[in-house]
C-alpha cells in the first residue's frame, strides 16, 4: 500500500473526513457542492450530534463526480494511540468494501499537534496493514487497499517526518515475523541470520556459540538447551545514539526459546504448536533495537537474548537435576518446562556485570499464569525500583500497549528456597505463579533498577489486537520505544 500527501482528493477515492462537528469540512474548497449538501445534512442529524461514535458511509449515484464518502467522528483530546486504533479500524473497512483508492481529510480543531495526529493515523493504518503471509499460495486478505492520501496541509519536512512511520515500523515487523515463523524454520541459529539486517543501520552484533556458553559458564542456559539438536546461541545487539561515551547502557533483555516442549517435563499437545512464539522476548528486543536505529535514537542501548529449544531427548534436562548458573548460584529444576527463567538467570547476570547498565528491562513469555491474570489485554510488570516501574507505565498509557503492575516481596522469594541447592526452579504451589517466577529472576540482578514484563499473554493473539490482525502483535516495541524516547533522548 503506497501512502501519500495530496493537495486535492482523487475524484475516484472514497473520502474519508475525520470531523469534530464538520464545520471546516463544510469551509473546505476540497469538495464540491452535492458533496456539501449532503455533508451538511448529516452534520445537522440527530445521529451524529448524539453518536460520540459517529462512523457511516454514503454512496452516490453512477452520474456524480465522487462516488462515496465517510463520516468518522473524532475526539481532538483523545491519547494519539486512540487514532491509531481507529485508522486501523478505517483500513479494514476499506478492504472489507474492496475499496482500492482512499483519501483522508480530517479537522484541525482541538487537535494541538497536527503533525503528530497524522502520524498516528498514518502509523495505525501501516501497523494494522501487516499480515503474516510468507508461507501461503493464496493471500486470506479480502482486498488489498492500493493506496491512501492523506489531504491535510504540513510543510515537506512534517510531511516527511510523518510518513517516516513507514519505514521505522519495520522493527515491529521483524518482530512479528520472527514469532510468526515455523519451529523448523526459525531456531537459534536461524534467529540470528534474521537479525543481520539491522547491521545494515548501524546496529553491532556480537554473537556466542556453544563452545563460548560453555566457556563463559553459562550452564542455567545450556541445561535447557542440551535435549536439542539445535545449539544455543546468545546475541547482543549493541546502537551508540548517545553522544557520551558507552557507559551504563540502557539493557533491555530477552527470552528466546524457540520451541518450548516443556522438555522431559513433556506439555499437553494440545495447543503445543503455540509454542514457536515463545521467543516472544527475544523477538521484542531484536525489533527494539532495530525501530531506535532505523529512527536515529540518540541513546546508547544493548540488547540481549538468549536463544535456545527446549525438546525432550535421551540427553534432556531432567526434573530433580541441579545446574550451577553463571553467578554462581545452583538451582534444583523441579520442573523442566519453567525453562525460561534458567535462560534469562544468565543472560541478566552476564549483561549486568560487563556494562554496568543504567537499568535492565527484560520481557518473557513466561508464565501461563499471568494470562489467567490478566488474560490478552496486559502484560505483567514486575521491578525492584518504582521510578523505572512509573516511567515503563506511563509509556504503557502513552502508547496503548498495557502493563499492570503487581506485587514483589520477601514472603513470596521465600516459597524459592530449597533443600539441596540455592533455589528451585518452581514453588510446587498452585498460587502466584507470575510472582515467584519474577522472583526468581530478581536473584540475579543484584541492586540494578531492572523491570520484568511477563508478556506471555499479549505476545500472539487469535483474534487480533487494536494494532494488529490475528498472530503476532509485536507487543512491546511500542512501548519502550516511547520509554526510551521520552526519558533517555
Not at 337 to 345: F, H, I, M, S, T
Not at 431 to 456: C, E, M, Y
Request: include cysteine.
Amino acid at each position: 500500500m503506497k501512502i501519500t500527501f495530496s493537495k486535492n482528493f482523487g475524484l475516484s477515492d472514497h473520502l474519508v473526513f475525520l470531523v469534530v462537528d464538520g464545520n471546516e469540512v463544510l469551509k473546505s474548497n476540497l469538495i464540491d457542492l452535492n458533496t456539501r449538501n449532503l455533508l451538511k445534512k448529516v452534520f445537522e442529524s440527530q445521529n451524529f450530534k448524539k453518536n460520540k461514535s459517529f462512523f457511516e458511509s454514503f454512496y452516490y449515484e453512477k452520474s456524480n463526480k465522487i462516488n462515496s464518502f465517510s463520516v468518522v467522528k473524532i475526539k481532538p483530546s483523545e491519547k494519539l494511540f486512540k487514532f491509531e486504533i481507529l485508522s486501523g479500524k478505517i483500513l479494514l473497512y476499506l478492504e472489507k468494501k474492496s475499496i482500492d483508492h482512499a483519501s483522508i481529510f480530517f479537522e484541525d480543531k482541538g487537535i494541538s499537534n497536527k503533525k503528530d495526529f497524522l502520524h498516528s493515523i498514518c502509523r495505525g493504518i501501516i501497523l494494522k496493514d501487516y499480515k503474516f503471509e510468507k508461507y501461503r499460495s493464496v493471500s486470506k486478505k479480502e482486498h488489498n487497499v492500493k493506496s491512501i492520501k492523506l489531504c491535510n496541509k504540513l510543510s515537506s519536512a512534517d510531511q516527511k517526518q510523518v510518513l517516516s512511520c513507514i519505514n521505522n515500523s519495520k522493527g515491529v515487523f521483524l518482530t512479528r515475523d520472527l514469532v510468526s515463523e515455523p519451529a523448523n524454520f526459525l531456531y537459534p541459529e536461524k534467529f540470528v541470520d534474521l537479525c543481520q539486517v539491522m547491521k545494515k543501520v548501524g546496529v553491532s552484533l556480537e554473537i556466542f556459540d556453544e563452545k563460548k556458553l560453555k566457556t563463559l559458564k553459562m550452564d542455567a542456559l545450556l541445561g535447557v538447551a542440551q535435549g536439542s539438536r539445535r545449539p544455543a546461541r546468545v546475541l547482543i545487539m549493541k546502537w551508540k545514539g548517545g553522544n557520551s561515551s558507552f557507559n551504563n547502557p540502557l539493557v533491555f533483555v530477552g527470552k528466546g526459546v524457540t520451541f518450548d516442549t516443556g522438555g522431559i517435563s513433556l506439555k499437553p499437545s494440545g495447543g503445543m504448536e503455540d509454542m514457536k512464539w515463545d521467543m516472544g522476548g527475544a523477538a521484542v528486543v531484536a525489533g527494539l533495537l532495530y525501530t531506535l536505529a532505523l529512527r536515529k535514537s540518540k541513546a546508547n542501548v544493548v540488547g540481549i537474548v538468549g536463544l535456545v529449544e527446549n525438546m525432550p531427548d535421551g540427553n534432556a534436562q531432567r526434573p530433580g537435576d541441579v545446574v550451577r548458573s553463571l553467578s554462581g548460584q545452583t538451582i534444583e529444576v523441579l520442573n523442566t518446562d519453567a525453562e525460561g527463567r534458567l535462560v534469562l538467570a544468565d543472560i541478566l547476570w552476564y549483561i549486568n556485570e560487563r556494562f554496568k547498565p543504567k537499568f535492565m528491562v527484560d520481557l518473557a513469555t513466561l508464565t501461563g499464569a499471568i494470562i489467567v491474570a490478566l488474560g490478552d489485554r496486559y502484560a505483567g510488570l514486575f521491578s525492584n525500583d518504582d521510578n523505572l516501574a512509573n516511567k515503563i507505565l506511563e509509556a504503557s498509557s502513552q502508547t496503548g500497549e498495557l502493563s499492570w503492575r503487581l506485587p514483589m516481596d520477601e514472603e513470596f522469594d521465600k516459597l524459592l528456597n530449597c533443600q539441596i541447592a540455592d533455589m528451585k526452579n518452581i514453588t510446587g504451589t498452585r498460587g502466584a505463579g507470575s510472582i515467584t517466577a519474577a522472583q526468581f529472576l530478581k536473584r540475579f540482578v543484584k541492586n540494578t533498577p531492572w523491570a520484568h514484563l511477563d508478556i506471555a499473554g499479549v505476545t500472539w493473539s487469535k483474534k487480533g489486537s487494536n494494532f494488529a490482525r490475528p498472530g503476532g502483535t509485536g507487543f512491546g516495541v511500542k512501548l519502550l520505544d516511547e520509554f526510551v524516547k521520552k526519558n533517555y533522548e
